[in-house]
């Protein structure tokens, strides 16, 4: 089975700064998407970027980007130029790329706040 | 983006009580929902995978005769809490895949708080 470890329950950032945050997982396929989702106090998960396994470009969406290293097995969400509405927890998740009704495996989540 | 409701957001019921979620994509067609339960400043926990007219599939520990799934269209599913005690207390999260694009993307309802008293 496969399992996403997030080492970092709490991380601190200053408005316009950057940060990162760490995920690593364990699997034995060689298919697969990465996902970084964002919880904010509303509960509502918001996905925020995805990786897929086969492309060795990082993903980036404007002030998010991640940093895939498929043989370590780690995949890391970079947050630039932080912004108060950046506070949220935020989950890495694995999901197979096999089958339509593969699922999503949730790490243990960070809990980034974002400071002035 | 897509959009998946969930209703009520909130529910309080007493002890004993069934309590039925609803979960709806909104704009897309999902032939594949997922239950989630959420604890406090805890990660998402699945529950339950649901395919339109067929049974759910449940992840071990979870009791299907305790939270009972319906998929019966499309875009909705359902999700009743039977004989509700407080330790099922929590926040349920349903979501929703898309059938078509290369990622077949899952989109998440905003959750429902449940208090059984």
């Known amino acids: 089975a496969q399992t996403v470890t997030q080492s970092q329950p709490e991380m601190s950032v200053q408005e316009a700064e950057t940060v990162t945050l760490s995920c690593t997982y364990d699997t034995s396929e060689s298919d697969y998407y990465l996902f970084w989702y964002k919880q904010p106090p509303s509960r509502q998960m918001i996905l925020v970027i995805r990786q897929e396994a086969y492309k060795q470009q990082n993903a980036t969406e404007n002030r998010f980007s991640v940093n895939f290293q498929k043989a370590a097995k780690s995949f890391s969400l970079k947050i630039s130029d932080s912004q108060l509405g950046d506070a949220a927890m935020y989950f890495c998740?694995?999901?197979?790329?096999?089958?339509?009704?593969?699922?999503?495996?949730f790490g243990t989540g960070t809990r980034l706040q974002v400071t002035l | 983006g897509a959009v998946v409701s969930q209703h009520p957001s909130r529910v309080i019921c007493k002890s004993g009580t069934s309590v039925k979620i609803e979960c709806r994509s909104l704009d897309f067609q999902a032939t594949t929902m997922f239950w989630y339960r959420q604890f406090p400043k805890k990660s998402l926990m699945l529950m339950a995978t649901s395919n339109e007219g067929s049974k759910a599939t449940y992840e071990q520990g979870v009791e299907k005769d305790k939270f009972l799934i319906n998929h019966a269209s499309l875009t909705l599913s359902t999700l009743t809490v039977t004989s509700a005690h407080p330790e099922d207390s929590s926040f349920y999260i349903c979501s929703a895949r898309v059938t078509s694009g290369i990622y077949n993307e899952q989109f998440f309802g905003p959750g429902t708080r449940l208090t059984v008293l």
């Open positions: 998740a694995y999901r197979s790329a096999t089958g339509t009704a593969s699922k999503l495996t």
